[in-house]
């Protein structure tokens, strides 16, 4: 099963925009999530069309199964 780690940001202007990971660490704590993004944010190390990153807004894992069919 692949997954990938959703950080959901607002931005400046007040959008939400995604960044994500892919294979994340199995048994990575929201905690552990919360403090990265707290990081990205005060150290403003991303931007987009709309603004700066000004708030972390909600990290999840999206999971998916692939399957070949015969």
């Known amino acids: 099963m ?3 780690l959703e950080m959901v940001f607002r931005t ?3 959008k939400e925009t995604t960044l994500s990971l892919a294979d994340p660490r199995e048994g990575l ?3 552990e999530v919360q403090t990265v993004m707290q990081d990205i944010v005060v150290r403003d190390i991303f931007t987009t069309k709309n603004g700066d990153f000004a708030e972390a807004v909600e990290a999840r894992i999206r999971t998916s199964d692939t399957v070949t069919l015969s």
Do not use: Y
């Open 2 to 4: 692949a997954a990938t």
């Open 12 to 14: 400046e202007t007040g």
């Open 29 to 31: 704590s929201l905690a």
